[in-house]
């Protein structure tokens, strides 16, 4: 069992930027994919960023490429998703996931609760 929980969510002004961190229970950790998803008001939730258990490998959502990065430290089981040239259509519920698999595409099977970001025009 993996328990996420996330942080560093909040209010920003368009162009500004913002670290999200997961912060991950469990032994496993370093074996997991782990994966950034977001849910915006009215619309389906959407994968944005996802990494492999040792960091070498990352994937994104071409809305975000250029702009988020994701990065792991596996000695402080913690995930983050540095956000950069934020904008208004990046406001939603950012979500935590983590994989049972090391592989980054697939259905993820853990989730946190959720941190929310909004990004003011």
């Known amino acids: 069992q993996v328990q996420l929980v996330e942080s560093g969510g909040g209010l920003v002004q368009a162009g500004g930027s913002l670290r999200l961190s997961c912060a991950a229970s469990g032994r496993t950790f370093s074996s997991n994919a782990m994966g950034w998803f977001r849910q915006a008001p009215g619309k389906e939730r959407e994968f944005v960023a996802g990494i492999n258990p040792n960091g070498g490998r990352t994937l994104y959502a071409d809305s975000v490429k250029g702009r988020f990065t994701i990065s792991r430290d596996n000695a402080k089981n913690t995930v983050y998703l540095q956000m950069n040239s934020l904008k208004p259509e990046d406001t939603a519920v950012y979500y935590c996931?983590?994989?049972?698999?090391?592989?980054?595409?697939?259905?993820?099977?853990?989730w946190g609760q959720g941190t929310q970001v909004t990004v003011s025009s």
């Open positions: 996931a983590a994989r049972a698999s090391g592989y980054v595409q697939g259905k993820y099977d853990y």
